[in-house]
């Protein structure tokens, strides 16, 4: 597929699919339930930042758990959209049929990526927001569900050993490219399954840039953890 073509014959669909990808990615859990629990600014609290991480040490276990589910849903919510207008892309004649799910990729990263930006910089609370990454993990899932599963266990394993939520998503912010390559590369494109090599090379280099994005937002974690100075979870949390 010839991406710029594609490109410029569908800007009509990745406008639509950018904008209303951001105002959801706008809608900051984090800051609505912490107002809504506490009558403050999660962003005046703790680390400052609006995200699950400083609701779980700020505000509770609670509004914890409600800001991780809300931020993730709406990261699927956005990403499916972003698929779905995709989807009515008229395929070429003769085409492979494997075409119809790249479109949809295209529009799924192009969500994705405007999501992360609405829940970073959301329009409805000051351009001040969270870092993304639950939100990321909500591309990751719909966008494929392999890397999803890799990116997990990585937390998992990271958080486990480390008992620290930062450098657990530090750690998955910087293999996610690496993931996305190795998997689109051998069950997409070695495998036969008709997927075209730039197909590998665009979902590769989105991954790339929404890593570096997550790993750029936690610049004062990464301060922190080089001075030994990170605040662990604990049980009692």
């Given at each position: ?15 639509l699919s950018a904008v209303i990808a951001y105002l ?114 909500a591309l990751m899932l719909v966008s494929d569900w ?92």
């Open positions: 597929m010839d991406y710029v073509v594609f490109f410029a014959d569908n800007w009509w669909r990745i406008l959801l990615g706008s809608i900051n859990t984090a800051v609505i339930i912490t107002k809504i629990v506490t009558g403050k600014d999660i962003r005046k609290m703790g680390s400052g930042n609006a995200g699950f991480t400083n609701v779980l040490r700020s505000v509770g276990k609670a509004p914890a758990v409600f800001t991780i589910i809300f931020d993730f849903l709406k990261g699927v919510a956005a990403v499916a959209i972003g698929g779905l207008i995709f989807l009515s892309v008229p395929l070429p004649p003769d085409a492979n049929p494997v075409l119809t799910n790249e479109f949809m990729a295209v529009g799924k990263y192009v969500a994705g990526v405007c999501c992360i930006l609405g829940h970073s910089y959301p329009v409805y609370f000051h351009f001040k927001g969270g870092k993304g990454v639950v939100t990321a993990a392999r890397v999803f599963l890799l990116i997990l266990g990585t937390f998992l394993i990271v958080f486990l050993a480390t008992k620290t939520i930062s450098v657990a998503s530090l750690s998955c912010a910087a293999l996610y490219g690496f993931y996305t390559l190795i998997i689109s590369l051998t069950y997409d494109f070695f495998s036969g399954a008709g997927y075209s090599l730039t197909y590998v090379i665009f979902c590769t280099l989105c991954s790339f840039l929404i890593g570096a994005f997550v790993i750029i937002k936690h610049k004062d974690n990464i301060k922190r953890i080089m001075n030994g100075e990170e605040k662990k979870i604990s049980a009692k949390k």
